[in-house]
Each structure stands twice: as C-alpha cells, then as structure tokens.
C-alpha cells in the first residue's frame, strides 16, 4: 500500500506563473514531510522541508504548506522558471528519518516559456 | 559541503554475475542508506543502517545484501544479478536521529542486467 502519494505524474506550468505540486499520505505517524528535486541522472537534492508542528515553511520562491487532517501537502513555486524543470519527489519520515524516507512516485514538472 | 559518491555512474553486468556497489560519504554521518528508482514508482528504500556493523532491511530487501565495514563507505551488493535488478541504485547518508532528518544523495549508479 503506497504511503505517500503524488497523484500527478507530469505538470506543465508556463514560465513566471505559480506552479503547486501536492502529496498526499496515509500514516498518521509521519511526523516530517520533505521535497526533493531531481535532474535526470543526478542524485535528488534537498529542498525544503516541514515538521508536522507547522503549517507552511517557506524559502525563497519555495513555500511548503502542510494540512495534517486531510494528510496532504503542497509545494508552491512562485514565479516558476525555466530551471525548475526536474522531478519533485515528496517524502516522509517517522521520528527523524533515521529508518529512511517514502517517496512518493514523483511529479514531473515541465517549465514552459 | 556533505559529499557522497558512488563508484560508478554506470554499470552493465550479466545474469548471474555478482555485483557491488560501492557508496562513500565525507561528513562523518551515522546513518546510511541504499534506494532504487525506477519509473513510475518512485525511490524505494533497500537496506539502510545506523552504523558501522549494522544493517536493517528496507521495503525491498530481496535479492540485495550490504555491508558496512567502515562508518564512511556502505556497499551494496547483488548476489546474483537478475534482470529486474537494473535500475538507478541512489546512496544516500544523514546524521543521527534528532539532529537533521534531511538525507544526502550521491550521483546514483545506472546499473543494467543483460
């Protein structure tokens, strides 16, 4: 049973404007929610993150917001650029992550100009 | 900057052959951790482990083993190759529990079984 779920296998967003990705997830036990981006054939790399204490985290065009009772998650990226194309995997974590992360499937993000 | 390489960035192996991947990390971190990725299902977690020694099964343990013999380097290795093992294996490391949840990624390797 998939735990965390990115139901939106590719996006494509025009250049400028907001692009959101969401995330649901079923265990209640998750306690740290991540965004990973990743190029093709890259490593993922770390981009934001939020603790199930909060609502929103926000870094720069990046802001994560967090609903705890409908078990999802957004990333906004606003004004969306070219460079943001990549795959945006969702993941979460139980008491510090120590035990791994489960991803999500991933979305595409595709950055129109 | 944490710094986690891995041997190769891409490998062709045949049925049956035994392989190794090998991950190493310069930050001194405890925890570590192998995943594969594969289209439409995202990155799963193999075998990770808390330190030197040890080593716990991931979601899909079956057909890997590890070993961690030194705090910095953790190998993951395919007995016996199969097909649906190629993949994109990712290693990736953080620090202890409590200190930073946020994982670490090398480069990942491009493994394919002929």
């Known amino acids: 049973d998939q735990q965390v779920k990115q139901n939106s296998p590719s996006l494509s967003v025009q250049e400028g404007r907001i692009s959101i990705l969401n995330c649901d997830y079923t265990n209640s036990m998750f306690d740290y929610f991540l965004w990973y981006k990743k190029y093709p054939a890259e490593g993922p790399t770390f981009l934001i993150s939020i603790s199930s204490i909060k609502d929103k985290n926000e870094d720069g065009r990046f802001t994560v917001f967090l609903n705890k009772s409908a078990k999802h998650l957004s990333l906004h990226i606003v004004p969306s650029q070219p460079g943001d194309s990549a795959v945006y995997f969702c993941a979460a974590s139980v008491g510090g992550g120590a035990d791994g992360l489960t991803f999500g499937k991933g979305t595409h993000l595709i950055i129109q100009p | 900057d944490v710094k986690v390489t891995q041997s190769s960035r891409y490998l062709v192996k045949r049925t049956g052959e035994k392989v190794f991947l090998e991950c190493v990390q310069d930050?001194?971190?405890?925890?570590m951790f192998w995943y594969r990725q594969d289209p439409g299902l995202g990155l799963r977690l193999i075998y990770f482990?808390?330190?030197?020694?040890?080593?716990e099964k991931g979601d899909i343990p079956e057909g890997y083993s590890v070993s961690r013999e030194k705090k910095e380097r953790f190998s993951l290795i395919l007995e016996s190759a199969s097909t649906n093992q190629t993949s994109m294996y990712l290693c990736a490391s953080s620090p202890p529990r409590a200190a930073s949840y946020e994982q670490y990624f090398g480069p990942g390797t491009r493994l394919t079984v002929t």
């Open positions: 482990s808390y330190d030197v020694k040890m080593k």
């Open positions: 930050m001194d971190h405890e925890n």
